[in-house]
């Protein structure tokens, strides 16, 4: 039994939290630069407007958007660690507190969705933990901002709406909200599930580098051909028009009830930022 202090996470996601707001990762900055290799005007402007901003994010350690979003966490925790100190929840909202104050990241998370009072701190974070084998935890940030989150979209399909029925959904919502997401985007779909479960899914294959194979060669086909219809949609860069609509499009499936066909969107803007650190 391996024993990690609750401190080690705290100092873990404190540093986590200004990393991503950061930092581009290198996968997402690249799709950027190869889809500006292909563009013409107006979307070769945007696009390097988008990498030059990353570029200096990270040289000057500022944030790369304004919004640093929703904290989300995704934590492998293994069953050979035993966590002293304060509870594993507890530790991941103090890191992100202090990291938010101390790094003078957007705090953006009010207290009731109706009284609207922020909170200060941009917590509580969501926080989703999978127990897995071994004596590790990997904890993976998710920072979601507000626009692209507001854009994403849930749908209860009938089982016999089929793939047709989950990709002429998919595309609906990238027609009727995409350009509102600051394009080029990242797309995670889920499929299965039930209602509760299925934006987690969605949500969850944001984290996923782009160029990765599904690891089910049946999905990886249709995320190819749910990406080549998006981005004939011609929306583009921020909306201005353009072969890039979407860098990448992610799907993860769950079992699901036999009356039921769970769909959820989970957009992402082209400001993809995800951190992973494993203690």
């Known amino acids: 039994m391996k024993e990690i ?6 100092d873990a996601v404190i540093k986590l939290c200004a990393q991503a707001n950061y930092e581009l990762p290198e996968d997402v900055l690249n799709a950027v630069r190869t ?3 292909k563009e013409q005007e107006p979307a070769k402007s945007v696009l390097s407007e988008i990498i ?3 570029e200096l994010a990270a040289k000057e ?8 979003g929703t904290a989300n966490f995704f934590i492998k925790l293994g069953a050979d660690v035993k966590i002293s100190g304060i509870p594993l929840i507890k530790a991941v909202n103090k890191g992100v507190s202090q990291s938010y104050k101390e790094n003078y990241l957007r705090k953006s998370i009010v207290n009731d969705p109706l009284e609207r009072k922020n909170t200060q701190d941009n917590t509580p974070a969501n926080i989703y933990v999978e127990e897995t084998e071994g004596g590790k935890i990997e904890i993976t940030f998710l920072p979601k901002g507000g626009g692209s989150e ?4 849930l749908a209860m399909l009938a089982p016999a709406a089929g793939w047709q029925g989950v990709k ?3 595309i609906q919502v990238i027609k009727q909200k995409g350009a509102n997401a600051c394009p080029p985007l990242i797309v995670g779909v889920g499929i299965g599930g039930d209602f509760s479960t299925v934006a987690k899914i969605a949500k969850q294959t944001l ?3 782009i160029g990765s194979k599904n690891t089910d060669v049946h999905y990886n086909e249709k995320e190819e051909e749910l990406l080549k219809e998006i981005n004939a949609l011609g929306i583009g860069a921020m909306g201005l028009g353009g072969k890039t609509t979407a860098l990448a499009v ?3 499936a769950k079992p699901a009830h036999i009356a039921s066909l769970p769909v959820a969107v989970s957009i992402q803007c082209h400001s993809c930022r995800r951190q992973t650190i494993i203690l």
């Open 168 to 170: 002429d959904f998919v």
């Open 61 to 68: 350690q500022i944030p790369l958007c304004q919004d640093t």
């Open 35 to 37: 889809a500006y290799d």
């Open 207 to 209: 984290i996923r580098q």
């Open 5 to 10: 202090n609750s401190t080690a996470i705290t």
């Open 52 to 54: 030059e901003n990353a």
């Open 250 to 252: 992610f799907i993860d």
């Open 150 to 153: 507001n854009a994403s979209m």
